[in-house]
């Protein structure tokens, strides 16, 4: 395995849309695998393959809380989420369900050091294919659920800061283009890393 770059806002990479995989070939398999070794890295809970180059319909997403001893804290987890198979990687996925309405303070390992709160569905359903090419559906809430929704935006070229009003988004923007990324991001905005 191996660990991969991950892009940041302005790429202009960012901003592509990824196509759909006809078929989950080994290649694909060991990017998943590399995507999963780079997000645990990094920290995040979710990443998209946009995010590391490839414009391919994938995504790897570990939303289970842990404890001090990176233990999973499964008291932490909704039912639903305590029912879905982790790590989740997931081919070609597409929301088919969506209900409710929540908000959540999102951060993203694209845009490292800024958190802010967006719109998302409470619950959703999306479809795609499992690592080994098999069909599969998610049924979730809580932070899985806003974490799947995060991570497709970026297989439409979206970024959290498109889901926030225009002000703060090109605040955001602004001191990006002025001061850059600082070089460390505190553990708390890295938690909250999606």
Known sequence: ????????????????????????????????EN??????AAPGVG?????????????????????????????KMTELERKVKYPVV?????????DGATTYEEGCLSVPGFIEEVKRAN???AQGLDIEGNPQTIKTDGLLAICLQHEMDHLEGKLFIDRISFVKS?????????HGYADNTSEDESQSAL
């Open 1 to 32: 395995m191996a660990t991969l770059e991950i892009l940041k806002y302005p790429d202009a990479r960012l901003k592509k849309k990824s196509v759909a995989v006809k078929k989950v070939t080994p290649e694909l398999r060991q990017l998943a």
């Open 35 to 40: 995507m999963l070794e780079t997000m645990y």
């Open 47 to 75: 990443l998209a393959a946009v995010q590391v180059g490839e414009l391919v319909r994938l995504l790897v997403i570990d939303t289970r809380p842990t404890d001090d001893d990176d233990q999973v804290v499964e008291e």
């Open 90 to 98: 997931i081919f070609n996925p597409e929301i088919v369900v969506k």
């Open 123 to 125: 619950y959703i359903e």
């Open 170 to 178: 090109d605040r955001i923007k602004s001191k990006i283009k002025k």
